[in-house]
């Protein structure tokens, strides 16, 4: 079955304490991006990758970083974390077409900072 | 800057009664136009994409078109299960990231 899996689904974690939020997809999809979805701001990309060792800064990158060593596998990585992170997650992959960027998503990480 | 806005916030709609849901927005050059459905506690389905003035796209009781300014996806007799959040995005010529608006709440009752 084709899918964007995330681990963790759910994490409460604590102010300063290192995390990774792994993504990965079986689609051989060159694009992969995360997004945090917040209240009243709807979705905003944080970071996206148009292959491998290529990765971009999105509209909300600080805090945050990302590698992308293998096609596959997008992780999110926060070095400390603070609650104003505290947000639901989500990644994405797509193929990218001559047309533009249908991505698809994965079931989302909410991620609490205390 | 790309802007996405999208109306109205929330739409409540009884089984049957068909409506519009509108994604208005402003950005230098579209390359695509994004709709996606999510259900609460889901990650976004993508539903179409539209790429140029006058294109429509229809799938089920769904049917989106697109002018220069604004997309509109019209629902036709809905049913309860189409009680989602509708997300709309685009996507600048020359851009590899999609903007998106903060959703459409529609509930559908029986």
């Known amino acids: 079955e084709a899918q964007v899996t995330q681990n963790p689904r759910y994490l409460i974690t604590v102010t300063g304490k290192k995390l990774t939020v792994t993504c990965s997809q079986n689609m051989n999809h060159e694009y992969m991006s995360w997004y945090r979805q917040d209240p009243g701001l709807g979705l905003r990309q944080i970071y996206y990758s148009m292959n491998v060792e290529v990765t971009d800064k999105g509209d909300v990158p600080e805090g945050y970083k990302v590698s992308r060593k293998e096609k596959r596998n997008f992780p999110l990585i926060l070095e400390s974390p603070s609650p104003n992170q505290t947000s639901l997650y989500f990644c994405a992959s797509s193929l990218r077409t001559s047309g533009g960027i249908e991505q698809f998503f994965g079931p989302g990480t909410r991620l609490t900072v205390l | 800057e790309d802007q996405v806005t999208q109306s109205p916030e929330a739409l409540r709609l009884q089984e049957g009664e068909s409506s519009s849901l509108n994604c208005s927005y402003t950005?230098?050059?579209?390359?695509?136009l994004f709709w996606y459905r999510q259900d609460p506690g889901k990650g976004p389905e993508f539903l179409f994409t539209?790429?140029?003035a006058g294109e429509e796209k229809e799938k089920e009781r769904l049917k989106a078109t697109l002018t220069k300014k604004e997309s509109f996806l019209h629902i036709t007799a809905p049913k309860p299960e189409d009680s989602a959040t509708y997300l709309c995005a685009v996507q600048r010529t020359g851009a590899n990231n999609l903007f998106f608006g903060t959703g459409t709440r529609l509930t559908v009752i029986p």
């Open positions: 539209l790429y140029s």
């Open positions: 950005v230098s050059g579209l390359r695509g």
